[in-house]
């Protein structure tokens, strides 16, 4: 069956690393999206692409990035760990504009 | 004012009640709407869309008030593995694959 994997599931790092979170969907979407989510804030979308080298930034895009060389993936990097980038991170890819998300099962992220 | 508001509960009914929930958003513009369930620490998951007309999923029906700018979701016959947060998700002002979420609505459902 076709699916959208995130690893790793769990990642302890430290302030001032670089870390890259990777996303992989089977179902040939040509969008895909990461998003966070906080206690208090919900699901907050942080960068997103309609499709290969296609990148566009969220509401809060600051201290990451994306980069999208095939259908398939979508890595978010961090550039320099955040103790306030410590969350839980969901990348979810969708067929169509308008259309449903389908979400990886997360990735959470402590930074410290 | 927030793109998508939602009021976080928790919302605490006894098995079998009926419950429901709304949503407010913004953008008078926005086109496409669902709802979606997540449990604790899991990933959220489509429950249903919302339609124009309202729609229907067994014990779930979604409705959508365009004048008032809400969308709603109504649970009968509450049963306790309907426990969980209820998130609603609207299409960006502009850019139809883009959802905002709202920040969830907790449901616990009692023996």
């Known amino acids: 069956d076709a699916e959208i994997t995130q690893s790793p599931r769990h990642k302890i790092t430290e302030t001032g690393r670089q870390v890259t979170l990777a996303c992989h969907q089977t179902?040939?979407?040509?969008?895909m999206f990461w998003y966070r989510q906080d206690l208090g804030h919900g699901l907050r979308l942080i960068h997103y692409s309609y499709g290969v080298q296609d990148t566009n930034k969220g509401e809060v895009s600051d201290g990451y990035s994306v980069s999208r060389s095939n259908t398939e993936d979508l890595p978010l990097t961090l550039e320099s760990a955040a103790s306030s980038q410590t969350s839980v991170y969901f990348c979810a890819s969708s067929p169509n504009l308008g259309e449903k998300l389908f979400f990886g099962s997360g990735t959470q992220l402590s930074v410290l | 004012r927030k793109e998508v508001e939602q009021d976080p509960g928790p919302f605490n009914v006894p098995e079998g009640a009926t419950v429901a929930f709304n949503c407010t958003y913004s953008n008078s513009a926005s086109q496409s709407f669902f709802w979606y369930r997540q449990d604790c620490r899991k990933e959220p998951k489509l429950l249903m869309s919302v339609y124009s007309s309202g729609n229907e999923d067994g014990r779930f029906t979604a409705q959508l008030n365009r004048a008032s700018q809400y969308i709603s979701l109504l649970i009968r016959d509450s049963k306790l593995s309907d426990s969980a947060t209820y998130l609603c998700a609207v299409n960006s002002a502009g850019t139809a694959s883009k959802l905002t979420f709202g920040t969830g609505t907790r449901l616990q459902v009692t023996l």
């Open positions: 179902w040939n979407h040509n969008n």
